[in-house]
């Protein structure tokens, strides 16, 4: 079983009793803030599973059918994932709504906030290590899981104000107040969760930080040819594809060229990490010296 699944596996499981415990924090005080929570908890358990089912579908290798591998099932995972999360916000708001028309006296705050808070500690541990190894790992449906998490915890931490606030000055319209906010804030992340998530599925390219790392790499290994031009890059969970053209002397044997290119993927795969590398080689009157921004300069 690889790290990545068992993070994911990890996920449901703190889910589940993250669930558990704001659900029992509701059931104590009859807060609207804290239902807005167990709710957000709801979307939790449904997106591990989804992450979960999206990384095996992911990590099997490339076939007939899917000669690029599975790499974008976690892409739709993450997507799905955002739109959970916005359903989620509007669960909260409409609750939050009902809270406005009719507040209500929490009972027993400080004993169901306590839980709560429990709860909030280990989703923030947990949203940590989702984001930090998956970053690390490259899979986007861990980072898009763990933001969700994250955003969980600053919305607990919220909840904790508004009902702290909400007893100390008798107005209870704070709790649905609170929920307002909090599902607002939720909207925001299940945006940008989706938006990112889809970056990957429209195959856009990979940032231009890392594109000028491709071209130092190219340009340093491509000892021997004339030029590289036609750079392109995309990216698919822990995989990153790049491909070229590589102008080499006319003269040059295919043995020789071949080298070349050996030496390119070589050292593309040691410092990015997972890539499948595609060079396209051609003789020397495919030069595009006269379109410089389409080339990657090499060394004379």
């Given amino acids: 079983m690889t790290n990545t699944m068992k993070l994911a596996i990890g996920s449901l499981v703190v889910g589940v009793a993250v669930l558990l415990l704001k ?3 509701y059931w104590m005080t009859g807060s609207v803030a804290l239902l807005s929570d167990a709710l957000e908890s709801t979307v939790n358990v449904a997106t591990a599973i989804a992450a979960l089912v999206a990384i095996r579908v992911a990590a099997r290798p490339a076939d007939d059918n899917h000669p690029y591998g599975h790499h974008k099932a976690e892409f739709f995972a993450a997507v799905f994932e955002g739109v959970m999360i916005v359903i ?3 669960l909260i708001l409409r609750e939050a709504w009902h809270g406005i028309q009719a507040p209500r006296v929490l009972d027993t705050p400080f004993g169901g ?5 429990l709860a909030t500690a280990v989703n923030g541990f947990w949203a940590w290590m989702l984001i930090t190894r998956g970053r690390r790992q490259k899979s986007p449906a861990l980072v898009a899981d763990g933001k969700h998490l994250m955003t969980d915890v600053v919305t607990s931490f919220g909840v904790a104000i508004g009902l702290l606030l909400a007893v100390s000055t008798g107005i209870w319209m704070l709790d649905p107040i609170m929920a307002i906010l909090v599902a607002l804030n939720i909207l925001w992340s299940g945006a940008k969760v989706i938006q990112e998530s889809l970056s990957g599925l429209m195959d856009e390219a990979v940032p231009e930080e890392m594109l000028s790392k491709l071209r130092d790499i190219i340009a340093a290994e491509s000892n021997g040819a004339m030029e590289a031009h036609d750079l392109r890059t995309r990216h698919a969970g822990p995989v990153t ?9 006319g003269t040059m044997s295919v043995f020789k060229a071949h080298e070349i ?32 921004q389409e080339q990657v300069i090499l060394p004379k």
């Fill in 261 to 292: 290119c050996d030496r390119i993927e070589r050292e593309l795969e040691r410092q990015i990490g997972d890539t499948k590398v595609t060079i396209h080689v051609e003789p020397d009157h495919k030069s595009k010296h006269d379109n410089p």
């Fill in 88 to 90: 989620a916000a509007l």
């Fill in 241 to 249: 594809f790049i491909d070229f053209h590589l102008v080499v002397p």
């Fill in 113 to 117: 906030l306590a839980i709560n808070l």
């Fill in 23 to 25: 659900s029992l924090a």
